[in-house]
Nanobody
């Protein structure tokens, strides 16, 4: 059974930083592009960033320069370093393959206060 477990969210002030982690089942991690997604209240889930097994990255245009996705293939973990956070970054953050193929985990809540 594929499992995706996100962690690292929390409450942070505007301008602050957070690092999210996602532990994924090894069976899917090594061969799939992985992505971080987010869903704000009342909005659809959107793609934040993606990374290939080889480390090539892509980002939502509006987030370039503030968010950095990375992965540790040995630990089956993908990370999202977020900096210069804004209130509009408030959302539940999820990871999944890219495109999303598996049941979503519970996500991790990120709240940015103004």
């Amino acid at each position: 059974q594929v499992q995706l477990v996100e962690s690292g969210g929390g409450l942070v002030q505007t301008g602050g930083s957070l690092r999210l982690s996602c532990a994924a089942s090894g069976s899917i991690f090594s061969i799939n592009r992985m992505g971080w997604y987010r869903q704000a209240p009342g909005k659809q889930r959107e793609l934040v960033a993606g990374i290939t097994p080889g480390g090539t990255t892509n980002y939502a245009e509006s987030l370039k320069g503030r968010f950095t996705i990375s992965r540790d293939n040995a630990k089956n973990t993908v990370y999202l370093q977020m900096s210069s956070l804004k209130p509009e970054d408030t959302a539940v953050y999820f990871c999944n393959t890219l495109p999303s193929l598996y049941v979503w985990g519970q996500g991790t809540q990120v709240t940015v206060s103004s």
